[in-house]
């Protein structure tokens, strides 16, 4: 692909700020949405191993519906996480994904409706689950095959859209245009890898499971035990795994010796190690964050590399600054995210700590966070007001 | 300029792309409505409940929930990113203008989106394991974070509507660009109808609680039935202020259409006055099935024909009046540095300025004229019109049933001049004209 026409896609209007911001909140904000993809992946696929487990083991019995609980709010939570990636490829990388989604128009299609229609039948299964135990194996089966599915999808989109090189052979092979939006490509490597990663994130989230209900009384001591080994099981096989399918994946696309492919290596040696000790799964997690950022970060690479091999570089973007509403994002980010989030955070904290009701209005933590998050809002309401009416009536009068 | 910022054509077949973005549209227009208008409502029962000591509400709050998570979060949050997914699809050339005007208001929208997400499951799976002081002060953040994603996305709707004034091609502001003169009303009517479905599903979990508490449904119905009410009239009210703040190509569109769409906009207004009345004055009528019968209706008989009429309102426009359905950047907007591309496509014509026209294609010749008439078509026309004999939306054969070749090249250099202000002043060179027009008459419509 020439480098004349990836510029002519580029928008006319210019980004907003300066491309490496946007890089880097894509980095950070897809490594926060594959945390909850792969933890999604793997609590719903050990559910459903705990599904048939769950009517003569007492453990699985707790486990199983945790677990599946677990798969549904990261699935609600990667969506949500996935729209910040998504917003910002789109600042910087526009030619890549407009061809990709058009190239593959009727799958982004098919992508919406699977999605509905997989994370509706989860829904189906934990009420199935719920009302007797070891029900809703079947349902719980096609909704995880829907829900890979889309994972297979959203990856289709991703290969791609790196692929300039091969987008007119796929547009218009031999001269005939084809306008049906069918294209479909795999990298077997990438994908099996990113995959593999949810063996050790279901593993190292079992471990904190583990942790965080040590100190509740109402669950027994057997319990925790077998939860933590189970998660070191999972972490340590799973992690091998990875590793192995990430030297291969580097292998192939010659990656290996990157500085950036090296430190992923070490992270996974790092984190192997943590989490074969267990001795503190909180820490564990923060390397993992650290190896979540890093894969991201390889992705990022990858792509920059491809484009920039065709005269194409997100740094000579043309920079349109808007700094108002830049602001807007910052202040709400920090003030009202950071606050707001906290308090979420704290009291769901506390309530999962608690046996019996958390009453959280003698809490000092949660009052005042709960004040100053409502405080925040309504102050960001008169401030979104009274700047909407002044350039309204700047504009009108 | 040797090339100009077009992408492959996705063309969904006998419906045209656009439409696909309707459906979804449509869907999560009801979903999302919903969802914000019961965190409002949310809000209010959890303030009666803690004000006045009233237990009762609590399980009718849960059941809600419930159906608030499901229904409104799992169609909400999966079709809001879907709509966008959709439209880059079918017009990415929109998609990205929106998006690199309003990345940062998009962003921050993100941020209530990510308290929202997290907020709904508190709200719901905390009851009865927090105390309810605390509870309420959750609802009412969650109500507040619901509003701010209506507040921070009605103006880049609006906005693909019209910037509402000049102000914003000159300077290039998001800040202009955003805050139009439709922008407020916009927002009101969509407040309005919002309270108004917090109701109509409201009815629905009131009636079901029928046989558990019979006192308390009641109650609870004809509260439904004055809040749907007042939804309502809200929803009437700011729908007649923004009509009156639309564009002229807007009206042009809308007064083909006027009568019937007045006329089911009264139907409809009588039809649900008359519910809400009976849920006021007879609330034991309402039961779950007649409830959930009406959300079909507003869906299919309200939302899709106010969808579809929306949509249609904005042509031959997809975004800010300057970029047209068929992703061509149709004026010069000096404050963000960007020229219209119909000069350049009227001296080269779009098959030598579109970067993915093959080269087999580039040059029409009499061996390739209709294999380049289909090419031009789809991309000239396909976002709106869809072009089979059995086409279903907008159907390229229903317009020009029986026009010959030259009939068709007079209706084309007709919409290059400018003679329909709800087409796109779209100027080609005459041997493109020429071989749509071939095209078109040999689809035999």
Known sequence: MDASILLALRDPAGVPFYPVVFQALYVLTWALHAAFVLLALGSMGLSLYGTMKQKTDSHWKILTPHLIQTGKISVSILIVLGVAPLLFTQVIYDPNWYVANTLSGMWVFIFIYTLIVGYSMYYWYYYANKSSQGGGKLIGLISFGIL????????????????????????????????SGWTFNIDILRLIFMVSLSIPVVG????????????????????????????????????????ATFVLWMIAIGYLLHPLSLATVVGVVVLLFLSAKNTNSYITTGVLVIVALLISALRELIRYDIMGQLGYSIYDYPVNLEIPTLLMFLSTFLVMGGVGVAYLLTMAWKVGKTQGIFDGSKDIWVNKLGTYTISIMVAWMVIFFGWGMTFLFKNIL | MDFIGQFPLFYFPEYGSAWIMGVTGTIHILASHTSVGAAMLF???????????????????????????????????????????????ASPVGISALIHNFVWVWATEWVFFVYEVIGVFALVYFMGK????????????????????????????????????????????????FFGINTF????????FMIMMSGVIGLVIASAIKKENQSLSAELTVKMGYIAMFGGFITLFFFMWYMGTLPDNAHAVFNITKDEVILNRIILAIVFSLYFLVAILKPRFINPTLASVMIG???????????????SMR?????????????????????????????????????????????NLKTITDSNRLEAGELLTKIACSNCHSL???????????????????????????????????????????????????YLVSKQY
């Not at chain 2, 950047?329 to 960007?338: A, E, L, T």
């Open chain 1, 148 to 179: 890979v599915f889309c994972g297979i999808l959203m990856h289709n989109f991703a290969v791609t859209s790196i692929m300039p090189n091969d987008w007119m052979d796929m547009y218009a092979p031999n001269g005939v245009v084809d306008t």
């Open chain 1, 204 to 243: 190292i989230f079992l471990q904190n499971y583990a942790r965080f209900l040590s100190t509740r009384e109402n669950f027994s001591q057997e319990f925790i035990s077998h939860a933590s080994s189970l998660g070191t099981k999972l972490s340590v096989v799973g992690l091998l795994l990875s590793a």
């Open chain 2, 43 to 89: 809000a209010f029962l959890a303030h009666k409940a803690y004000k006045e000591n009233r237990t009762d509400l609590y399980p009718y709050m849960k059941k809600y929930g419930m159906f608030l998570l499901i229904f409104s979060y799992v169609m909400g949050s999966i079709t809001g990113p879907g709509i966008w997914y959709t439209a880059t699809a």
């Open chain 2, 130 to 177: 927090i105390d309810t002081k605390t509870h309420l002060k959750l609802t009412y953040t969650f109500a507040l974070a619901s509003v701010g994603t209506l507040a921070l996305i009605i103006g880049i709707i609006s906005f693909m509507m019209w910037p509402g004034t000049d102000a914003y091609y000159a300077t290039g502001s998001a800040s202009d660009a």
């Open chain 2, 185 to 192: 009303p916009h927002m009101f009517l969509r407040i309005g």
């Open chain 2, 297 to 311: 209706v507003i869906l299919i008989f309200g939302l899709w024909p106010g969808e579809k009429l929306r949509e």
């Open chain 2, 315 to 359: 042509k031959p426009y997809v975004a800010g009046q300057y970029i047209y359905s068929n992703q061509i950047v149709s004026r010069d907007v000096p404050g963000k540095g960007i020229k219209s591309e119909l000069p350049v496509i009227a001296q080269k014509g779009l098959l030598q300025v579109n970067p993915f026209v093959p080269e």
């Open chain 2, 388 to 438: 089979e004999n059995n086409g279903k939306f907008r159907p390229l054969a229903a317009r020009l049933q029986g026009v010959d070749k030259d009939g068709i090249i007079g209706i084309l250099n007709a919409m290059g001049a400018g003679a329909f202000p709800y087409m796109p002043t779209l100027q080609l060179p005459q041997d493109e004209y020429d071989a749509i027009a071939e």
